[in-house]
């Protein structure tokens, strides 16, 4: 008997009726099959943890993909501005060279009122188009995120109200599936088993999204080396011209 001065601390086989009249084996076996159902519990909420874990790194490598595609546009459109200065460029080197011509002054004379300015052109947006690699990869990840988020909120976790110690094991066989033919322990494999399918689903986007990204920033190594290019030459155009204009005085 324990006294109120010392309050019980655990659980006693002994003062529990049914537990009393189980044999040293049988209390046994009984302890076993709870310490099962503990690990059972373990895992399942490691497995959603470590779910949720890919579907972070998921999330983070699609944002960084869109981010990437944005860098893309801004190289384009960078691109485009060059192209265009380009235009520019050899329109004043005509205008130079007209100039400098014996009968520029001539011919400009004749010529009478030079002709208006063509109205400039409304800009047309620059189209972009990602490697198709990391395009495909980040739409499957974005078809995936509404049905991750639909049945897994907030890494919603398997109801374990019957796991630990109150939880009891026939010793019946396993059905053909493998699973055990307890209701809880057979509701935390199927679990397990499901989060780990999707596990490796993510992984294998996680897998594809690497690569694609991978594939887009040598795509975009490539087109900057050209763009620097073409800004080495714009700037010796630039300084030639400038040249030009002060022999011009």
């Known amino acids: 008997m324990i006294s109120e001065d010392h309050p019980r601390r655990g659980f006693n086989f002994e003062d529990d009726p049914e537990e009393s009249s189980l044999s040293p084996a049988e209390r046994r076996q009984r302890q076993l099959q709870q310490e099962v159902m503990r690990t059972a ?3 399942v909420d ?4 470590s779910l949720g874990l890919v579907y972070e790194s ?11 595609i944005r860098q893309g546009e801004a190289l384009k459109r960078a691109e485009k501005m060059i192209d265009n200065m380009e235009q520019d460029m050899r329109t004043s080197q005509r205008h ?3 100039i400098k011509s014996v009968w520029g002054g001539m011919v400009n004379y004749f010529k009478g009122k030079p002709e208006p300015p063509r109205p400039a052109q409304k800009e047309q947006p620059v ?13 499957e990840s974005k078809q995936q995120e509404d049905k991750y988020q639909a049945s897994h909120p907030n890494l919603r976790k398997l109801d374990t109200s019957g796991f630990g110690a109150s ?3 026939d010793n019946g066989p396993s059905d053909q599936n493998g699973h055990p033919k307890n209701k809880q ?3 935390a494999h199927q679990q397990l088993d499901s989060n780990l399918d999707e596990m490796s689903l993510g992984l294998g986007r996680l897998k594809n999204l690497g690569l694609g990204l991978q594939a887009e920033i040598n795509d975009q190594d490539v087109s900057l080396d050209a763009l620097l290019n073409k800004v080495d030459t714009m700037d010796g155009k630039i300084g030639s011209t400038n040249r030009q204009l002060k022999n011009l005085k």
């Open 167 to 169: 939880a009891s094991l």
């Open 96 to 98: 130079i060279n007209t």
């Open 127 to 139: 189209s972009y188009e990602a490697n198709s690699r990391l395009q495909n990869a980040l739409t």
């Open 58 to 68: 998921e999330k983070v490598g699609a944002e960084t993909a869109e981010e990437l």
């Open 46 to 49: 490691s497995s959603h943890r």
């Open 185 to 187: 322990l057979r509701a």
């Open 41 to 43: 519990q373990s895992a």
